[in-house]
């Protein structure tokens, strides 16, 4: 996350990149995770989220 943080555009491009990562990763499409940017002259905030949830059972 924090390699993608610093060569992205925001939250939301990172956790783009990340979940690209992830795709290639045992175990991570069940992920999820959140990025913020502090803006601490601005006094701002960027923020982003995603989920990866897994399927849920087919009902029978």
Known sequence: ?????RVSDG???ALEVLSLYARSV???VSTTAACVLVG???RTLI????GHPTR???PR
């Open 56 to 58: 849920a059972p087919a």
């Open 26 to 28: 045992d175990g991570a």
């Open 47 to 50: 923020y982003s989220s995603a």
């Open 40 to 42: 601490w002259n601005a």
């Open 1 to 5: 996350m924090s390699a993608a943080s």
């Open 11 to 13: 939250p939301a491009q």
